[in-house]
């Protein structure tokens, strides 16, 4: 069974600390997102990885990083959290360039930023 | 932003009814997905129709893609009470000069209730 896994399910941390957040996935995907999702916006992407060590900045990429050191793990970086960044976080990968396939989604993670 | 749209925001019919949502993008697409929330959890993948196809069926669904108005829709027919559910479409764009890879762009999603 295809899994993405995100390491919290809810997150309350303090303005301006350094917040991680974990993705990994069982897949062998080469793709992985990072999307936030706030009511009425919809899923806005973040960061996007098509390989290890690869990263691309999606439509709001201010105020976060990502890592991706290993294939299958894939962390966005909260380098100082504000409470503007209270918000749901979705990871999700898919197969790599080139082809036609669906995003698997992790079940995501809720962060409130006081 | 290349973010599409979903029309309406917000649908609530009775089960047994049909349902219906659009989509419109703004680039030029490899395919459009769609995908349902379940509320507070991750997205599910519902279906998928490529840029060269005009109609795709699967179960209950049914999607159509026309590329030359951006726009796409889903028809869910006799709906049920656990179809109430967040649908989002999504577009992939395929591999570009500024983006090696299949990116997917979300709209802002239909909430849809089914009333029992």
């Known amino acids: 069974d295809v899994k993405v896994t995100q390491s919290s399910r809810y997150l309350v941390k303090r303005t301006g600390e350094k917040v991680f957040l974990e993705c990994v996935q069982d897949?062998?995907?080469?793709?992985m997102f990072w999307y936030r999702q706030d009511p009425g916006l919809g899923l806005r992407l973040i960061y996007f990885?098509?390989?290890?060590?690869?990263?691309e900045k999606g439509d709001i990429p201010e105020g976060y990083s990502v890592s991706r050191e290993k294939k299958e793990r894939f962390s966005l970086i909260l380098e100082s959290a504000s409470t503007n960044q209270t918000s749901m976080y979705l990871c999700?990968?898919?197969?790599?360039?080139?082809?036609?396939?669906?995003?698997?989604f992790g079940q995501g993670t809720r962060l409130t930023v006081v | 932003s290349q973010q599409g749209e979903e029309d309406p925001q917000a649908l609530s019919i009775q089960e047994g009814e049909n349902a219906t949502m659009n989509c419109s993008y703004k680039t030029s697409i490899n395919n459009l997905q769609w995908y349902r929330q379940n509320s507070g959890r991750g997205l599910v993948h519902l279906i998928l129709?490529?840029?060269?196809?005009r109609e795709k069926h699967s179960g209950r669904l049914r999607v159509t893609l026309d590329t030359s108005k951006k726009s796409s829709s889903l028809l869910i027919t006799a709906s049920r009470a656990a179809d109430t559910a967040s649908y989002f479409c999504a577009t992939d764009a395929g591999p570009s000069i500024s983006s090696a890879t299949n990116k997917l762009i979300f709209g802002t999603g239909t909430l849809l209730a089914v009333q029992p």
């Open positions: 999700a990968s898919s197969l790599g360039e080139g082809r036609n396939t669906e995003a698997f």
């Open positions: 897949m062998d995907h080469e793709n």
């Open positions: 129709i490529r840029s060269n196809e």
């Open positions: 990885s098509y390989d290890v060590k690869m990263k």
